[in-house]
T-cell receptor, first 110, second 112 residues
Framework: EDQVTQSPEALRLQEGESSSLNCSYTVSGLRGLFWYRQDPGKGPEFLFTLYSAGEEKEKERLKATLTKKESFLHITAPKPEDSATYLCAVQTVNDYKLSFGAGTTVTVRA | DADVTQTPRNRITKTGKRIMLECSQTKGHDRMYWYRQDPGLGLQLIYYSFDVKDINKGEISDGYSVSRQAQAKFSLSLESAIPNQTALYFC???????????FGPGTRLTVL
């Protein structure tokens, strides 16, 4: 059974304090790993897709990396507007469905 | 205008009532999905459809049914609502060539 585990559940940061979120996964064959951002009361918003170990993608203060067992979302010098829940999801080679982790809620204080 | 819309945005209903949640998209995507989200849990897939004639059960389809009326419309029904179906419901779409899914704003459903 595919499993996706995100840690920590919650992260409180001071503005400018860089940190990383973890997404560990167990799947039969990975097609892709996805990162989404979700603001309160809204639907998830797509950030990145990673397909192979060693791949990295960046967007503003966010950088996602992938290994064979886990992915990290690095937040560099975060600002209060980076406060959100970050979700990761995996897609396997067997089908096109996404399996989501429970998310990490990030709060950045000014 | 939003690419993926959901109606209603909020709904309170009683145990045993039938309720329909609707999703419309203007992205021209063939694939549509219904998820539910509960506090502390990830998004769980209820049903998905890869085209108008294709409907598939997800992880938690019991107690739900769907209808794909057109490429742009995908409805989720609760035939007889029960309190543990209280949750946030999201519709999403994707196309054949890109795996990323685009989500609607969600429907908050409360079953009393």
């Amino acid at each position: 059974e595919d499993q996706v585990t995100q840690s920590p559940e919650a992260l409180r940061l001071q503005e400018g304090e860089s940190s990383s979120l973890n997404c560990s996964y167990t799947v039969s064959g990975l097609r892709g790993l996805f990162w989404y951002r979700q603001d309160p009361g809204k639907g998830p918003e797509f950030l990145f897709t990673l397909y192979s170990a060693g791949e990295e993608k960046e967007k503003e203060r966010l950088k996602a990396t992938l290994t064979k067992k886990e992915s990290f979302l690095h937040i560099t010098a975060p600002k209060p507007e980076d406060s959100a829940t970050y979700l990761c999801a995996v897609q396997t080679v067997n089908d096109y469905k996404l399996s989501f982790g429970a998310g990490t809620t990030v709060t950045v204080r000014a | 205008d939003a690419d993926v819309t959901q109606t209603p945005r909020n709904r309170i209903t009683k145990t045993g009532k039938r309720i329909m949640l609707e999703c419309s998209q203007t992205k021209g995507h063939d694939r549509m999905y219904w998820y539910r989200q509960d506090p502390g849990l990830g998004l769980q897939l209820i049903y998905y459809s890869f085209d108008v004639k294709d409907i598939n059960k997800g992880e938690i389809s019991d107690g739900y049914s769907v209808s794909r009326q057109a490429q742009a419309k995908f409805s989720l029904s609760l035939e007889s609502a029960i309190p543990n179906q209280t949750a946030l419901y999201f519709c999403a779409t994707s196309d054949l060539h890109n795996e990323e899914q685009f989500f609607g704003p969600g429907t908050r459903l409360t079953v009393l």
